[in-house]
C-alpha cells in the first residue's frame, strides 16, 4: 500500500479554528493536526468514475479538451461528486462528454494511482447506450467509437488497461455472429 510521504505542509491553518497547524505523528504517520482544538487533517482520495461503452461500433473514447493528458483520447470519466453514487456519476459524465444516455452495468475494475495524479481511485464501469446522440461537449473535444486496433493514442493506464479487454471482448462478440 502506497503512503503518503510526509504531511500536506499547504495545510497551514486549522480549518475549525484557525490555529497555525502542526505536523505531528498519528497513526504511524505524521498528519497536520491542531494543538488548539487537536483536529486532525487527513488527505482523502479523489475518486474517478469511467464508462466503458463498447458497441458493435467499438469502444467509446472522448477525445480530452483539459489537462491532465489534453489532446489524448480516454474513456468517457470524472469526478465524482459529493453525495453521487458511482453509478450515476458514470451515468452523468458519458451525459456530460458525449450527449449519450447510459444504462450502468456492472463493476469492470478499480484502479489505483499515485498521489497527485488526479484521481486517487478510478472506478470503470460498464455501461450500455440507452438514448442521445453522440456529440462531444463539456470537456470534452471529440467523442467516437473505436474498434481494435484502431485505437488512437489514449491518456491514462486505466483507458489504455480498459482498451485492451475491450479489444478481447470485441473480438468475443464479432466471433460470436
Not at 142 to 160: G, I, V
Request: glycine letters at 6%; one cysteine or more.
Amino acid at each position: 500500500m502506497a503512503e503518503v510521504e510526509h504531511a500536506p505542509e499547504r495545510v497551514v491553518f486549522c480549518s475549525r479554528c484557525g490555529t497555525h497547524m502542526q505536523t505531528e505523528m498519528f497513526g504511524g504517520k505524521p498528519r497536520r493536526r491542531c494543538p488548539e482544538c487537536r483536529f486532525i487533517h487527513f488527505e482523502e482520495p479523489k475518486i474517478a468514475v469511467a464508462a466503458m461503452v463498447l458497441t458493435d461500433e467499438g469502444l467509446l473514447l472522448v477525445k480530452r479538451a483539459v489537462s491532465p493528458e489534453k489532446g489524448k483520447w480516454a474513456l468517457p470519466a470524472g469526478y465524482l461528486d459529493l453525495g453521487e453514487t458511482p453509478r450515476e456519476g458514470v451515468a452523468r459524465e458519458v451525459l456530460e462528454e458525449t450527449q449519450l444516455e447510459v444504462k450502468v452495468e456492472k463493476l469492470v475494475d478499480a484502479f489505483y494511482n499515485q498521489p497527485g495524479a488526479g484521481a486517487s481511485v478510478v472506478l470503470v464501469y460498464r455501461a450500455n447506450v440507452t438514448g442521445g446522440t453522440l456529440k462531444p461537449s463539456d470537456d470534452a473535444s471529440e467523442a467516437a467509437f473505436f474498434r481494435p486496433p484502431d485505437y488512437p493514442d489514449l491518456a491514462f493506464s486505466s483507458s489504455k488497461d480498459i482498451a485492451r479487454r475491450a479489444a478481447r471482448a470485441f473480438e468475443r462478440m464479432t466471433r460470436r455472429r
